[in-house]
């Protein structure tokens, strides 16, 4: 419950910058040209079927929190179809948790996340004047800092996760330059690296299967 009210409440700012943002700064037409956007939602990952830290257990759970970041992109429309470059970088407040010493169960140990970064393209339609459903997909890049045993102390080290991401989701124009929109994806990490800080080598590259779900929420200026 106190997960989803910091989620509402981040919505709710959101929405009261629109007034503010939605006086025109050009003649911008909808679902076009360069964009910056602020983000906001739900971030779930999932160790997959593959990943289990626990022979005696089935170790596999989910972490989930609040998601917050920045994109930006570029759309160029033809007619009713939209298709564009674009890129974010985002961070969580999940991680794992102990109980009895143990922490509760997450299939690359004891970790909470660090910043996720996105590369890729949406198509859209426009399919009011004022409101475009699209597709997106790409590469992403997130982090998972490493926690040493007692899970209250980072160590120096991190995972680095590879892989691709796919979603949809629907875009509001609230004026010409100003627009509101929510979205789902899943990103499937594929590989990984044991990250070291200062000096040490990294990791050889091992492969991971871990899902990650989003719900999230933007809003954004178009120039």
């Given at each position: 419950?106190?997960?989803?009210?910091?989620?509402?409440?981040?919505?709710?700012?959101?929405?009261?910058?629109?007034?503010?943002?939605?006086?025109?700064?050009?003649?911008?037409?909808?679902?076009?040209?360069?964009?910056?956007?602020?983000?906001?939602?739900?971030?779930?990952?999932?160790?997959?079927?593959?990943?289990?830290?626990?022979?005696?257990?089935?170790?596999?759970?989910?972490?989930?929190?609040?998601?917050?970041?920045?994109?930006?992109?570029?759309?160029?429309?033809?007619?009713?179809?939209?298709?564009?470059?674009?890129?974010?970088?985002?961070?969580?407040?999940?991680?794992?948790?102990?109980?009895?010493?143990?922490?509760?169960?997450?299939?690359?140990?004891?970790?909470?996340?660090?910043?996720?970064?996105?590369?890729?393209?949406?198509?859209?339609?426009?399919?009011?004047?004022?409101?475009?459903?699209?597709?997106?997909?790409?590469?992403?890049n997130a982090k998972f800092d490493v926690n040493n045993a007692s899970g209250?102390?980072?160590?120096?080290?991190?995972?680095?996760?590879?892989?691709?991401r796919i979603g949809a989701g629907v875009e509001q124009a609230i004026s010409?330059?100003?627009?509101?929109?929510?979205?789902?994806?899943?990103?499937?990490?594929?590989?990984?690296?044991?990250?070291?800080?200062?000096?040490?080598?990294?990791?050889?590259?091992?492969?991971?299967?871990?899902?990650?779900?989003?719900?999230?929420?933007?809003?954004?200026?178009?120039?």
């Amino acid at each position: 419950m106190k997960k989803i009210l910091v989620c509402l409440a981040a919505g709710t700012a959101m929405a009261s910058a629109i007034p503010a943002m939605a006086q025109d700064v050009g003649p911008v037409d909808p679902f076009s040209g360069f964009h910056v956007e602020a983000l906001a939602g739900y971030d779930v990952t999932k160790a997959g079927s593959s990943v289990d830290d626990d022979v005696n257990e089935d170790n596999d759970q989910s972490i989930d929190g609040f998601a917050y970041g920045v994109g930006a992109g570029y759309d160029f429309r033809f007619n009713n179809f939209v298709v564009g470059p674009e890129a974010e970088v985002t961070w969580s407040t999940a991680k794992t948790s102990f109980d009895d010493g143990d922490f509760e169960g997450f299939g690359l140990g004891n970790v909470k996340t660090n910043r996720d970064l996105y590369v890729g393209a949406r198509l859209g339609y426009v399919v009011t004047p004022t409101t475009m459903i699209y597709a997106k997909g790409g590469y992403t890049n997130a982090k998972f800092d490493v926690n040493n045993a007692s899970g209250s102390i980072e160590t120096n080290r991190d995972i680095d996760a590879d892989g691709w991401r796919i979603g949809a989701g629907v875009e509001q124009a609230i004026s010409n330059n100003v627009f509101a929109k929510l979205e789902y994806r899943y990103s499937n990490y594929e590989e990984g690296e044991l990250d070291y800080r200062n000096d040490f080598p990294d990791g050889d590259r091992f492969d991971l299967d871990l899902d990650r779900h989003q719900v999230m929420a933007g809003v954004g200026v178009r120039f």
